[in-house]
């Protein structure tokens, strides 16, 4: 990954903005967007509305984030479990829906399924020289993200308490 991202350098510095927007918006999105379902799809178990929380973030990070915002043990092999599917789907369908949906430029190819998909998205767009290096920023990036945002006590908050029906 780390070779592929060099070789691109000069088009990530000048695509800067478009990655900082991208990070920005997959983490907010991912965090809030996720909050949002679990709370309207109506999940009993306030635990595993909180172990689907981290589900737009790479494996080793959503245990973290899970422990953060208050998952049991046992519920953190369900965050990765729903990690691993979320990347799996990307991984198979991802190509074909960005594609669908016009999607060509490869800069926004990859910045989509590095933070949708994570691992095994990026793995997935291997072949796409040009959105490659894009997905393997984005998934870093956005798991980052997510990570530090979660570790602010407020957004942590507003998150469990969207996800939890303001029961924190």
């Known amino acids: 990954l780390a070779i592929s991202m060099y070789d691109k350098r000069e088009l990530i510095r000048d695509n800067f903005l478009q ?5 920005s918006v997959s983490s907010l999105g991912g965090l809030f ?3 949002w379902m679990v709370r309207l799809i109506g999940l009993l178990q ?14 080793p990070l959503a245990m973290a ?13 369900i965050a990765v479990s729903i990690v691993v599917v979320t990347g799996l789907f990307g991984a198979n369908f991802g190509a074909a829906i960005l594609t669908a949906a016009g999607i060509k430029n490869p800069v926004a190819r990859g910045m989509g399924i590095g933070a949708a998909a994570h691992g095994l998205g990026t793995a997935a ?17 956005t798991a980052t993200a997510c990570t530090c945002l979660v570790s602010v006590p407020a957004i ?8 939890l029906n303001g029961a924190v």
């Open 156 to 163: 942590k908050k507003i998150v469990l308490s969207i996800a």
């Open 19 to 23: 990655i900082a927007t991208a990070v």
């Open 125 to 141: 767009f291997v072949d796409e020289k040009d959105a490659f290096p894009f997905s393997a920023i984005s998934m870093a990036l």
């Open 46 to 59: 306030p635990s595993f509305r909180v172990a689907l929380l981290s589900r737009n973030i790479t494996s």
């Open 33 to 35: 967007g996720t909050a």
């Open 65 to 77: 984030i899970a422990g953060l915002l208050g998952a049991s043990a046992s519920t953190v092999s």
